[in-house]
């Protein structure tokens, strides 16, 4: 499964949270329990896509080197 490369909100770090696609309109992103929780998110928790509304339209994406794993930067 591809994993999610967006910025978490809290801490600023890489995400890694499984990215899905919307059958419906093709979004890609990742499902979090709050809105707005990561710069790549596409879903809410009840499986909702934030782009066209779709509920229980999602599929997980392949892992295909979409998100490679990146050390964070500390300051």
């Known amino acids: 499964m591809a994993l999610c490369t967006g910025e978490r ?17 093709g ?3 990742c499902m979090q329990n709050k809105e707005d929780a990561c710069s790549n998110q596409g879903f809410s928790v009840l499986e909702r896509c934030l782009k066209c509304g779709a509920t229980g339209q999602m599929e997980k994406l392949p892992n295909d080197e979409r998100a490679p794993r990146k050390t964070p930067e500390f300051i």
């Open 9 to 25: 909100k809290t801490n600023q770090l890489q995400c890694y949270g499984t990215l899905y696609k919307c059958k419906q309109c």
């Open 27 to 29: 979004h890609e992103g």
